[in-house]
């Protein structure tokens, strides 16, 4: 036999799988292998089918985490800071750029 004794699971089969999984919540492993065969005709192990959908957040301990609701904190809205106001005849300061230093952190040119 030349090649891969089994078959690849591609990302484009995460959707197909995805929908499969959640209409039958209660397939086995192997019926997920079989449905693959059916669909695709290719043949995986199920440690490829295991690795696939972890990789894709399809594994049940995945799923189980994002169907539990979440405890939602009461906390009160920010308010707004008060910005200072700057007289009519006065430049307004420029903020400095995202993520820099105030100064130069570059040396000049030597010569």
């Known amino acids: 036999m030349a090649g891969r004794p089994h ?9 197909p799988i995805a929908e499969f999984i959640l209409s039958h919540a209660d397939a086995t492993r192997y019926d997920m292998l079989d449905f693959i ?3 695709w005709g290719v043949r995986v192990s199920t440690v490829a089918l295991h690795h696939f959908c972890k990789k894709f957040g399809l594994d049940r ?17 920010a308010e707004p800071r008060a910005d200072e106001a ?8 420029v903020p400095p750029p995202p993520f820099s230093r105030r100064g130069r952190n570059m040396r000049g040119r030597s010569s």
């Open 86 to 93: 700057v007289p009519p005849s006065q430049p307004v300061p």
């Open 61 to 77: 301990a995945t799923r189980a985490e994002a169907t539990t609701p979440r405890p939602s904190a009461d906390r009160t809205p």
């Open 37 to 39: 065969e059916r669909t």
């Open 7 to 15: 078959g690849k699971l591609l990302p484009r089969y995460a959707g």
